[in-house]
């Protein structure tokens, strides 16, 4: 004679027994902080309490004390970066008195021709100006950031205020960018933007 079926074979399992799933235990004080530097290292404009308490999945207020705090010890150190609160945002800057050293690293070297990777950054910059980082990476399909950072200090691209949409800095060529290309005006340009996406396609790609 078969044997009845056993209590645990017939019942369904209460919730508690059942393996549920948790998102990521909540970050102590330390390690609150060295998400922030992680976050805060690799944006390119100011991004928000709010932002942040996201990513970090915790409350604004404390990201806020966390950031004031972080941006004390950094000035209290004379570290070499700044934490400041800008643009209504927060982000890293290079402390003023150690710029020079950064120029010059930067600037060293200047003479060489452009990589292949400034000249296709310089392009899209040209012809999609003015336009932000984000959007430039998106049309080349890599980070640019050092590219971008190589075009400024040559002096070729220069800021030019925010995107009021996405609150990144719009960059566009200089003078000096017509300048050596003998050029009098962006009128002057070779018609090669067609063969560039517009900026308003550029979220689709």
Not at 11 to 18: C, K, M, N, R, V
Not at 67 to 95: E, M, N, P, V
Request: overall charge negative; some cysteine.
């Amino acid at each position: 004679m078969d044997e009845p079926l056993s209590h645990s074979a017939t019942e369904p399992l209460d919730a508690d027994d059942e393996d549920i799933e948790e998102g990521p235990a909540p970050l102590g004080d330390d390690e609150l902080d060295s998400a922030l530097e992680a976050l805060l290292l690799v944006v390119d404009s100011p991004v928000d309490e709010d932002a942040l308490a996201t990513a970090l999945d915790t409350t604004r207020l404390r990201v806020a004390e966390h950031l004031r705090l972080l941006s004390d010890k950094y000035a209290d150190q004379d570290r070499g970066i700044d934490l400041r609160r800008a643009g209504g945002g927060w982000r890293f800057y290079t402390r003023d008195r150690y710029a020079p050293y950064v120029e010059k690293l930067l600037l060293d070297g200047q003479r060489a021709k452009l990589t292949r990777a400034a000249l296709e950054t310089l392009a899209v910059i040209a012809y999609r100006q003015p336009v932000t980082r984000a959007r430039v990476a998106a049309v080349r399909g890599v980070n640019c950031d050092g590219v971008i950072r190589t075009l400024l200090a040559r002096g070729l691209v220069e800021e030019t205020g925010t995107d009021q949409e996405t609150g990144g800095f719009l960059y566009r060529t200089t003078e000096l960018f017509l300048e050596r290309l003998g050029l009098s005006s962006l009128e002057d340009l070779p018609p090669i933007a067609p063969l560039l996406p517009e900026v308003d396609s550029i979220d689709e790609l």
